[in-house]
């Protein structure tokens, strides 16, 4: 359904973004990074509601000739954006509204995940050639940055090591397959 | 027509537009100069009325623009004004002619028009005519705009006087249709006499007169216009039309509600250029738009003084929602005709401008959103640039800088289209410059030094890449090399490993042509791109001063008391210690650095590339004090760990001297990194004191020298090290040479020594550089032969042990000896003492004479060679290896008395154990030297001497001890001991026994009882002398009590009455005070007497 699925902190720099088309990822980096400008502007409009009472769904963001971008943001301002073909009309809000939240939960996993710097990119310390729409099985892990003067980082990872940020990976998979 | 204006705001619709040309050749230069003069007049005040007209300069308007004037009475040419050049009376036709020509091009819109000449002089120029000027050239025109108020008020009446004509045109005539160009041919045979064209017609010019109120200042009067012409318009479905009514009613009621303006400015417009958003927001001040923004709102009336204005606003002005709506509405109709995109789109960019000034920066977005997909036509290159690039304005008017960004950025990469002929490199670059804050990436690299990275790191990267390469295809290499270390720099973490190595290889390829600079670089458009230091390649993680090595570390004389206590604190010791981080940085270091001196930073260095980082002129950046850097070169490993560096220079003055930073070569990329700037760095202080030049000494021994370093327990630094091991008792010479390999005299120097303790606890003794000496030595190289013999005597001496001492020198010269310092030179000497002979037990023999006694020492050899050991003046004893032997050496009594008794003088503070360990030991040497036990090993051909120091016990140290009370026995005057005493038979033989008392206390009184006895030989002593031996006398002695040092002598005689040897033996009679004293002070000679015959 989704062609990309981005996850934005609250400073406004990706922790995660995944498209389906590979070999243009850069134009949905644009994309979502543009994005943003709406994403403010409708935080900023919503500043003074409640928080228990604030709609975290943003509803569409703008569309494009052959995208729809949609936008989530949670209380503690971390951004979700989401890319849509522009053809596929079966899709509803309700349905969008759905996907994020079931983003947002799998998100709150990581961020639950003691192991889990919050801030740090989500980030695969394997190989990115997964294929476009197929299931990546390769363990996600948050590469944390690299602290300066740190002995060269373990690159094997303990076997007990939870691979929390897999779930997630998976989930933004499930989303993209359904259209491929 | 096809050119949008994508200036346009919605206060244009109530200007005039005025076209001002050169004809013939004027520079463009004096053009604008004049252009520019008569664009300031913009606003003019109608003479008997409270209208204002506004004008809109162009210097170009395509006449198919012209051609929409009657749709828009904004957009019709209504004045032009034409400047030239005219320097001679005959060119002057030829130029009015000209002027003619111009006109013709706009001819059928125009109300008047104006020609300015510029360097004629002469009689033409009296001639009085309106519609030319004349001027002696481009400095002197005071009157050009005082000629331009004229020029717009004849505007005025003319458009004053169609007004007129249209809006009382209301009589039985019919009312011509306007239209616009493309429509002329759909009109064709239709019914004129119809009510639905007569509407038509009626809406149209409602709409028309509409447009003169507004341009003519009559504001109220449009709105009505409008008003009516929206209902005639709307119930004919003439929807291009109605768009245009609607339009209009928006920028009335647009121009009544913001009299600030929308588009930025009203009057001067820039010539080519674009709004300035800034300056809008400048115009509408916040406080003025609250009130404006509710025009129904009671708090209004106050303000504005002409009320029926406010009610006609009431009442026929659009609510700043319905402006919004309306614009829609019109944008919606007109969106129906294809032709009419250009009209589209700059209703648009309109609805845009109003809404930034509301706030509404969603519904803006919708309105650009629609704009960006209105298709005009095939635009050339230079259209899409000026289209995207008045996006990327109107975003950023709106806030969305990111979109903003996003356009600037598409017509940065328009400029070099691979279908441009001529690719605008500069234009490009400076676009893509003006990007840089919408992807809030700032190009100073101390932006990024602290806390996390900020932005998007992906479209940055892209951007920078982007700047790289145009900056070098504009030929500009420095700046590319600039952006690359920027890239390199701030986007490392977000580097993949092959990207390093694909940015590293480009960017050496750059420097290797163009070095990177630690300079300012200015850019075209006059900002400056700060320097890019390498403060990550590598990574350095700790700066630490290094103190000099031990042997010349200077040290201050203590001349001045006190001058430890720190005068901080009163206290003389606080366990709080301010941590203040600030200062932590900056604090003096403790020790001393020394001009002339190699001084020593390491750094913790860790390279995060993924390749070997070569790093090459690696030198100390510091402040305070000139200072020699040696730059290092150094190669670190792929991702290595922290990896030590130590970087070097020699402090040429004195004073405090400051290490800021380091620099360095990377890729060809020159860097000063300041540890300000550096996150993450540990310092531990970063600000020495350098004193003046000391003098250097080198120190060499006869001995080579040893890794082995004393226990650590010596406290002192050692520079030097000797060892030797030694057979317990061997002696061995060692030669100190030293050589002052500095610049500076020496003019100081001295000598001490120390001893350490022994790991066994036992001191030890005797070593002979006790005193210290002072020694002026010569500048030069200067040598000096110690002897320091090496002292062992263990203890226990059956194992092995070590002996460590410490040789000082202590020297000083050149300007830092004035300043009162100087260095220390250690040189330790360790010697393993291995166990040689010993004595196993030692034991004493009386000898014959009272003053003598034979000492016995079983020597025990346990070396692993045969050795021989010989005493004074005694034969030589061969000990084979583990062999036991027992030595006999007669010797005289010691009278020990004489040794160190005095524990007062000494110090109070020795214990009397201590005092006769120590009494002992002195005892030890004693004997040790009247002994001179000497061995040799001659295989190996080594001597040493043997002690019986630790072994004498109190019983050998008494039979080796002269007893206090000596005791003397004379016969016949003569003191009679071994040697045997003559007397004749018959004769009285005087007998004196004389008690000399050495002890401290008195003794006696004594009875002494003399038996005589003779000895025969065969163990029989035969005492019944009664008939051979006779007294005179009692053989019973008394003796008084003897004081201490007092003599006493008692006196009798013997009469020998045969010949024969006779023994006297004197024994004690057992008395309570004799008990009390040891036996052997009672140990009288025996006296051995030989009676001669009387004859003989």
Redesign the interface.
């Known amino acids: 359904m989704a062609v990309c699925v981005a996850v934005i902190a609250k400073?406004?720099?990706?922790l995660y973004?995944r498209s389906a088309p590979t070999e243009s990822e850069?134009k949905f980096?644009?994309m979502v990074?543009?994005s943003?400008?709406?994403v403010d502007?409708?935080i900023s409009?919503m500043g003074k509601a409640l928080v228990d009472q604030r709609e975290l769904y943003l509803g569409l963001l703008?569309?494009t000739?052959d995208y729809k971008v949609y936008g989530y943001v949670t209380n503690s301002k971390v951004k979700f954006v989401m890319v849509v073909d522009s053809s596929n009309t079966a899709l509803r809000d309700n349905e969008i509204r759905s996907m994020f939240r079931k983003l947002h939960n799998s998100y709150t996993d990581v961020m639950c995940n003691p192991f889990y710097n919050p801030?740090d990119r989500i980030q695969s310390s394997g190989s990115d050639a997964a294929e476009p729409g197929f299931p990546v099985i390769t363990t996600w892990i948050p590469t944390c940055?690299?602290r300066?003067?740190e002995?060269?980082r373990a690159r094997t990872l303990p076997s007990w090591f939870p691979a929390y940020a897999q779930a997630f990976d998976s989930m933004v998979t499930s989303m993209m397959i359904q259209v491929c | 027509m096809s050119v949008p204006d994508y200036m346009q705001c919605a206060e244009d619709h109530q200007t005039l537009l005025v076209v001002v040309q050169p004809v013939g050749i004027v520079s463009e230069e004096n053009f604008f100069r004049i252009y520019k003069r008569i664009s300031s007049v913009s606003q003019i005040s109608v003479r008997d009325s409270q209208r204002v007209l506004y004008i809109r300069y162009r210097h170009h308007y395509p006449p198919e623009n012209n051609e929409w004037g009657d749709f828009q009475t904004h957009r019709k040419v209504v004045g032009l004004i034409t400047i030239t050049d005219c320097f001679s009376a005959k060119d002057w036709p030829q130029t009015f002619e000209k002027f003619h020509v111009q006109k013709e091009i706009y001819g059928s819109t125009l109300y008047d028009s104006r020609l300015f000449v510029f360097g004629l002089q002469g009689e033409i120029t009296e001639q009085p005519r309106t519609d030319v000027a004349f001027y002696p050239n481009y400095e002197d025109c005071e009157a050009v705009e005082k000629r331009i108020e004229d020029f717009i008020e004849s505007l005025f009446i003319v458009l004053e006087s169609k007004r007129l004509d249209r809006a009382t045109d209301k009589s039985g005539d019919k009312i011509p249709l306007l239209c616009v160009p493309f429509e002329k041919k759909d009109f064709v045979g239709l019914d004129t006499d119809s009510r639905h064209y007569k509407k038509r017609c009626q809406g149209r010019m409602r709409k028309h007169v509409g447009d003169l109120c507004l341009q003519a200042g009559m504001l109220q009067d449009s709105l009505v216009h409008y008003h009516m012409s929206v209902e005639l318009l709307r119930s004919v479905n003439d929807f291009l039309w109605l768009g245009a009514a609607l339009e209009g009613l928006c920028s009335a009621s647009v121009i009544c509600h913001y009299p600030g303006g929308t588009g930025g400015k009203t009057g001067a417009r820039r010539f080519q250029g674009s709004s300035l958003p800034a300056e809008a927001a400048n115009r509408h001040r916040p406080g003025a738009q609250e009130v404006l923004i509710d025009p129904g709102a009671l708090t209004t009336n106050g303000i504005n003084p002409d009320t029926s204005a406010e009610i006609g606003r009431a009442k026929n002005c659009l609510s700043p929602e319905d402006i919004i709506d309306k614009y829609k509405e019109a944008i919606s109709y007109y969106s129906k005709y294809k032709n009419a995109g250009v009209i589209e789109l700059e209703a648009c960019v309109k609805a845009v401008r109003v809404l930034a000034i509301q706030k509404r920066s969603m519904d803006a977005s919708e309105f650009l959103q629609n704009a960006v997909y209105i298709n005009l036509r095939q635009l050339s290159e230079e259209e899409k640039i000026q289209r995207y690039s008045i996006l990327s304005e109107l975003y950023e008017l709106i806030g969305f800088h990111r979109k903003s960004a996003f356009f600037k950025r598409v017509a940065a990469m328009q400029c070099v289209a691979p279908s441009i002929s001529e690719p605008g490199w500069r234009a490009c670059y400076k676009l893509l410059l003006e990007t840089l804050p919408g992807y809030s990436l700032s190009l100073d690299p101390k932006d990024f030094s602290r806390g996390t990275h900020r932005g998007w790191a992906a479209v940055q990267m892209r951007l920078l890449h982007e700047l790289v390469y145009a900056s070098r295809r504009m030929g500009n290499p420095a700046l590319s090399v600039r952006h690359l270390s920027f890239l390199l720099q701030t986007m490392l973490d977000f580097l993949s490993d092959q990207e390093k190595k694909d940015v590293t290889q480009s960017l050496e390829n750059y420097t290797c042509k163009c070095p990177g600079t630690m300079e300012l670089l200015t850019l075209p458009g006059g900002p400056t791109l700060p320097p890019v230091p390498f403060t990550k390649l590598p990574i350095v993680r700790r700066v630490k001063l290094l103190n000099l090595p031990a042997s010349l570390r200077p040290q201050k004389m203590k001349s001045l008391l006190g001058q430890n206590v720190s005068t901080k604190s009163p206290f003389i010791y606080s366990p709080i210690i301010a941590h203040n981080r600030g200062e932590e940085r900056n604090k003096k270091i403790d020790f001393q650095w020394v001009q002339g001196d190699v001084c020593e930073v390491q750094l913790m260095v860790y390279n995060p590339m993924p390749f070997e980082l070569r790093v090459e002129n690696m030198g100390l950046l510091t402040s305070g004090v000139d200072f020699e850097s040696l730059p290092a070169a150094l190669s670190l490993p792929a991702e290595s760990g922290l990896y030590p560096v130590t970087l070097v220079g020699v402090p040429q003055t004195t004073g405090m001297i400051t290490v800021n930073g380091y620099h360095t070569t990377v890729f060809g990329v020159f860097s000063d990194c300041l540890l300000d700037n550096l996150p993450g760095v540990k310092t531990s202080g970063s600000t020495v004191e350098v004193i003046p030049a000391l003098p250097r000494l080198q120190i060499s021994t006869s001995l080579p020298r040893s890794a082995h370093s004393l226990q650590p327990s010596s406290g002192d630094e050692i520079s030097t090290n000797v060892s030797v091991q030694l057979y317990n008792g061997e002696a061995q010479q060692l030669v100190i040479q030293l050589e002052n390999i500095g610049t500076e005299p020496l003019e100081t120097l001295e000598v001490t020594s120390r001893l350490l303790t022994t790991k066994d606890g036992i001191s030890v003794s005797g070593f002979p550089l006790c005193s210290p000496f002072r020694q002026v030595v010569r500048p030069r190289v200067e040598s000096k032969p110690v002897n320091a013999p090496e002292g062992g005597k263990p203890g226990d001496p059956s194992h092995m042990k070590t002996l460590e001492a410490i040789l000082n020198f202590k020297y000083s010269g050149g300007p830092g000896h004035a300043e009162g310092y100087y260095r220390n030179l250690s040189l330790g000497l360790h010697v393993e003492a291995e166990p040689s002979v010993f004595f196993t037990r030692v034991t004493t023999l009386p000898a014959t004479s009272t003053r003598q006694c034979h000492l016995l020492l079983d020597i025990f050899n346990s070396t692993e060679h045969e050795l021989t050991v010989s005493a004074r003046g005694n034969e030589e004893l061969i000990l084979h290896a583990g062999e036991c032997q027992r030595m006999a050496i007669q010797v005289d009594k010691f009278s020990f008395e004489s040794f160190p008794e005095s524990p007062g003088e000494k110090g109070q503070l020795t214990n009397p154990k201590q005092l006769e360990e120590e009494r002992q030991e002195a005892r030890g040497l004693e004997i040790d030297s009247k002994l001179d036990v000497h061995w040799r090993i001659p295989s190996l051909k080594r001597t040493g001497e043997a002690s019986v120091e630790g072994l004498l016990s109190q019983l050998v140290l008494e039979h080796l001890q002269l007893a206090p009370l000596q005791w003397d026995v004379l016969v016949d005057g003569q003191p009679c001991d071994c040697e045997a005493a003559a007397c004749r038979v018959g004769d009285p033989v005087r007998l004196e026994v004389r008690l000399t008392n050495q002890s401290l206390r008195s003794v006696g009184p004594f009875a002494l009882t003399v038996a005589p006895f003779q000895d025969h030989q065969n163990g029989v002593h035969n005492y019944d002398l009664h008939d051979a031996v006779s007294f005179v006398g009692s053989s019973t002695f008394y003796l008084d009590a003897v004081q201490p040092s007092g003599q006493s002598a008692c006196l009798g005689a013997l009469l020998f009455l045969y010949t024969g040897d006779f023994f006297l033996h004197i024994h004690f009679h057992q008395d309570s005070a004799s008990k009390e004293l040891p036996p052997s002070w009672f140990c009288l000679p025996s006296v051995h007497v030989r009676a001669l015959d009387a004859q003989a």
């Open positions: 400073e406004n720099y990706p973004i850069l980096h644009y990074h543009t943003l400008d709406v502007e409708k409009a703008y569309p000739e801030g940055e690299k300066m003067g002995q060269a």
